[in-house]
């Protein structure tokens, strides 16, 4: 009967402590807007902003501005391509997927489509 109860109250904590990491993610706030994203490569700080709709994106960093074809794979993940890629680098597609989401912000992690190294970054929500 000890023993029972013990693993009864011992499943309980195990279930609702597990629960709290079950973060809510609210990806489709962010479909659209106005942004500024932010992510970390070689130690340098590179931040752009874009615009976006359900599957248009023009994003300006270090003042030039493309445009990109953004295609959802479920409500949490996308892929972006280059409209009008000019060179064989600009060709490759992002894989992106939003990790956590707060009420202006998401954090993701992204990587080319078909590679294994992933990066993160952060997004605010400028609108």
Known sequence: ????????LYSLLF???TSCYNQERNCKDFKTGKFKSEIEVDGKKLVSTFERNDSIQIETFE??????DIRWTNDCEYIIKNSKPKNMAEKKALQVKILTTSKKSYTF????????IK??????KLD
Do not use: H, P, R, W
Not at 1 to 8: P, R, S
Not at 109 to 114: C, H, K, L, T
């Open 15 to 17: 279930l609702l402590l």
């Open 63 to 68: 003042g030039i501005t493309d445009s990109y």
């Open 109 to 116: 992690e992204y990587n080319f489509v078909g590679e294994a």
């Open 1 to 8: 009967m000890k023993y029972n109860l013990q693993f009864t």
């Open 119 to 124: 990066q993160k970054g952060i997004v605010y």
